[in-house]
């Protein structure tokens, strides 16, 4: 998955070191969630505005009998994280466009989401 945001990133034109960042971001992530779900498959979502990129993988197929998830943020000792938003509203969609972390989801269902942003002009504004 990595070289697959990588090739994709690319294509589009992104900066060489947010190609790399975001190609790290989603190699860790797809091991990640391969590790830690039963999933028969796995995605990997690439969204892109004028200001960021968001990479996230994910094993939630979009099935949902209810709609989009309630992605719940993963606390440190484990345990879901009330953060506040309705289900269906993207949990990575915060204002900040700092580089970030990858960020750990999961929906009370068991699915697993874990994604990063990052802007495309880096922090010294290349």
Do not use: F
């Amino acid at each position: 998955m990595g070289e697959m945001a990588g090739a994709a990133l690319t294509t589009i034109g992104a900066p060489v070191w947010l190609v790399k960042h975001m190609e790290d971001a989603a190699r860790v992530a797809a091991h990640y969630v391969v590790g830690h779900s039963t999933a028969t498959s796995y995605r990997l979502q690439i969204t892109a505005d004028h200001s960021r990129i968001t990479v996230v993988v994910t094993d939630y197929d979009g099935q949902g009998t209810a709609g989009a998830p309630a992605w719940l943020a993963v606390g440190r000792d484990n345990t879901l994280q009330p953060n506040g938003r309705s289900p269906g509203i993207d949990a990575l969609s915060g204002n900040s466009n700092a580089v970030d972390g990858l960020r750990l989801y999961r929906t009370p269902d068991g699915h697993v989401r874990l994604g990063c942003h990052a802007p495309w002009s880096g922090p010294s504004g290349k």
